[in-house]
């Protein structure tokens, strides 16, 4: 489950301008549910092209990435897949409208399963690691809507308690997923995967030191949670990777085979792996990767600071 679920308490109350707008924004989410997604991904182009323009600070930290990353583009090359790669995530955004709205028909019509499908089949433990692509709540919604197994997720309250209920609704809408909350810890989710619960783990960004290691990333050291090989050890676990596409009908979702021969018992050396291949799903759909988080927010010890914001 992509990082969000229910609450166990109630998300703090800003007062009442901001439920108005946060309510007025679950509106417009909800009225992309009843339009044909041609006009839903035009209005993503159109928004996307002002949040190039006007968010800078995300513009100049996916910038900064891309160029640590993909050091032989051109600027004109870099600029030009960054724009792009703001229209992906605007619309990705607005489609979680229907994701989370539309018709159950017609959101399975918009979500293509495909791949390695009998790697989740059965009932061995199993951790699938999805990267964060800009469709990673559809990778997530096709799983539980086209399969019968149940599926683990992890929650991660979101501030806002209309948007928190609207979320968690929305990620628990098909399958009924088991949810484990980030505060829980390891042992929780080793358990679920113990019971036969796939976990759904998105473990490919940047939160500190704490439980990371620094392994290169498109040959930056990048500090990398090891949860990955850690949680796959705990659990007795199989690793299937499972990456989203946006594409024009909706988006293709691919279960790819169960990595052989992993964990090997070195979380340095597995979480490395992890990243090496990680570079090659990037490299297959590379505007759709989450370029304005800040990857290597985290230094070596003695390392200057990457952004200069």
Avoid at 115 to 128: F, K, N, S, Y
Avoid at 214 to 236: E, I, W, Y
Avoid at 287 to 308: D, I, N, S
Wanted: proline share 9%; hydrophobic share 45%; aromatic share 10%.
């Amino acid at each position: 489950m992509p990082t969000s679920s229910p609450s166990p308490a109630p998300a703090p109350d800003a007062g009442p301008p901001a439920r108005l707008s946060n309510r007025l924004g679950l509106g417009l989410m909800r009225l992309m549910a009843r339009l044909p997604l041609p006009w839903v991904r035009a209005l993503g182009w159109a928004l996307g092209s002002v949040l190039h323009v006007v968010a800078t600070r995300r513009r100049r930290i996916a910038r900064t990435n891309w160029a640590a990353c993909f050091p032989d583009h051109s600027e004109a090359e870099r600029d030009a897949a960054i724009r792009r790669h703001f229209v992906f995530f605007a619309q990705a955004w607005l489609d979680r409208g229907w994701l989370w709205e539309a018709p159950a028909h017609v959101v399975k019509r918009r979500l293509l399963l495909r791949g390695d499908l009998e790697a989740l089949e059965g009932q061995a433990p199993t951790v699938i690691f999805a990267p964060h692509f800009v469709g990673m709540d559809a990778g997530w919604t096709a799983l539980t809507a086209h399969l019968s197994r149940r599926f683990c997720g992890l929650y991660a309250e979101q501030l806002n308690a209309d948007v928190d209920r609207w979320m968690a609704e929305g990620r628990q809408r098909f399958g009924n997923p088991h949810v484990v909350g980030k505060r829980q810890g390891l042992r929780a989710l080793a358990t679920a995967l113990r019971e036969g619960l796939p976990l759904y783990l998105l473990p490919d960004m940047d939160h500190g030191e704490r439980d990371a290691v620094f392994v290169p990333f498109f040959g930056v050291p990048a500090a990398t949670l090891t949860s990955l090989p850690r949680l796959a050890r705990l659990g007795g676990a199989q690793v299937v990777p499972v990456t989203a596409r946006l594409v024009p009908d909706g988006y293709e979702v691919t279960v790819h085979s169960p990595w052989a021969d992993y964990p090997t018992g070195d979380v340095t050396a597995d979480t490395a792996e992890m990243n090496r291949r990680l570079e090659g799903f990037i490299a297959e759909a590379p505007e759709q990767y989450y370029w304005v988080h800040k990857r290597f927010k985290t230094r070596p010890p003695g390392a200057p600071a990457f952004y200069l914001m």
